[in-house]
C-alpha cells in the first residue's frame, strides 16, 4: 500500500491550505483503523498533528493547531483531508500522512511508532 500526500504550497500568514492524503493498493479500512498527519519543520523533530479514526469519525489534535487545523476522511474517495486555516509562520513544515493498524483510541495514536505506513510528505511554507 502506498500514501501519497499533496496539497503543498506558499502561502501567507494568515491564509488557508488543504493537504489530501490518497491510499493507493487498498483502501484505509483494509490497511488502518487511523490516519494521521504529522510535521517536521527545519531543524526539528517530526512532531504529531492530528488524527482521525477511520470507523468512528473521532479526531485528535495537537494543542498548537486546535480549532484552526480540521481533519475530515472521505470513504468513497479513500482520502483524508487537513483543513489548515489561519496559517502561521511557524507551521512551516513537511507534512506526512501516516495510517495504523492499531485500535486505540484517538488521543493515543498521536506518537509516531503507533504508525505502519507513511506518505512521502508535503511541503507547506507560510510567509510572513
Known amino acids: 500500500v502506498q500514501l501519497q500526500a499533496s496539497g503543498g504550497g506558499l502561502v501567507q500568514a494568515g491564509g488557508s491550505l488543504r493537504l489530501s492524503c490518497a491510499v493507493f493498493?487498498?483502501?484505509?479500512?483494509?490497511?488502518?483503523?487511523?490516519v494521521a498527519w504529522f510535521r517536521q519543520a527545519p531543524g526539528k523533530e517530526r512532531e504529531f498533528v492530528s488524527t482521525?479514526?477511520?470507523?468512528?469519525?473521532?479526531?485528535y489534535y495537537t494543542d498548537s493547531v486546535e480549532g484552526r487545523f480540521t481533519i475530515v476522511r472521505d470513504s468513497a474517495k479513500n482520502t483524508v483531508y487537513l483543513q489548515m486555516n489561519s496559517l502561521k509562520p511557524e507551521d512551516t513544515a513537511v507534512y506526512y500522512c501516516?495510517?495504523?493498524?492499531?485500535?486505540?483510541?484517538?488521543?493515543?495514536?498521536?506518537?509516531?511508532?503507533?504508525?505502519?505506513?507513511w506518505g512521502q510528505g508535503t511541503l507547506v511554507t507560510v510567509s510572513s
Open positions: 482521525i479514526s477511520w470507523r468512528d469519525g473521532s479526531t
Open positions: 493498493g487498498g483502501t484505509f479500512r483494509d490497511y488502518g483503523t487511523a
Open positions: 501516516a495510517t495504523t493498524v492499531r485500535t486505540y483510541s484517538v488521543d493515543i495514536l498521536s506518537s509516531e511508532p503507533w504508525y505502519d505506513y
